[in-house]
């Protein structure tokens, strides 16, 4: 059974868990995997993120 806490998203530039965008998607020829990072680290590294999660963090920085 999937919950959404079965696979944490770890950022790939500090290592914490709790990423909340993607900032890499690997070809599918690669394995497809979707590569996470903070939006703060992101930014930090002027990565644009192709997508943001939105939907599990609502209240937390609001
Ligand atoms: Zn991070």
Redesign the pocket.
């Known amino acids: 059974m999937a919950t959404r806490t079965s696979r944490p998203r770890h ?1 790939t ?2 290592l ?1 868990p709790d ?1 909340d965008a993607c900032v890499r998607v690997q070809p599918a020829a690669h394995g497809g995997a979707h590569v996470y ?2 939006r703060s ?1 992101a930014d930090d590294r002027g990565v644009r993120p192709w997508y943001v999660f939105t939907d599990e963090r609502v209240g937390a920085q609001r």
């Open positions: 950022c530039y500090c914490d990423a990072a903070h680290c």
